[in-house]
C-alpha cells in the first residue's frame, strides 16, 4: 500500500476545511487529539491512579458487619 504523497494530504485538507469550515477545525483537531491520548492511555493502562505513590493512598480498615441471617439451625438466638 502506497504511502500519500504531499499532494493527496493536501486535497484532504481542503476537503476537510470546506466541509468543516475554518471555525470548527480547532475544535475538531482538539477533540481528536484527546481521542487519540484517551485511547493510548487506555492501551498501555496507564490511569491517573497510577500518578499516586503508595504512601499516598489513604486506606480504611475494613470492618466486618454483623449479618442478619438465621443460624445454620434455623433458629434465631
Known amino acids: ?3 500519500p504523497g504531499p499532494l493527496e494530504i493536501v486535497i484532504v485538507l481542503v476537503i476537510v476545511l470546506l466541509i468543516f469550515g475554518p471555525k470548527r477545525l480547532p475544535d475538531l483537531g482538539r477533540s481528536l487529539g484527546s481521542g487519540m ?13 497510577d500518578a499516586l505513590t503508595a504512601g499516598d493512598k489513604k486506606t480504611e ?6 449479618s442478619d441471617a438465621t443460624p445454620a439451625g434455623g433458629q434465631r438466638s
Not at 37 to 49: A, M, R, W, Y
Not at 61 to 66: C, D, L, N
Request: hydrophobic content about 25%; charged content about 40%.
Open 1 to 3: 500500500m502506497p504511502t
Open 37 to 49: 491520548k484517551q485511547f493510548k492511555e487506555s492501551v498501555t493502562g496507564k490511569d491517573d491512579d
Open 61 to 66: 480498615p475494613v470492618h466486618a458487619e454483623k
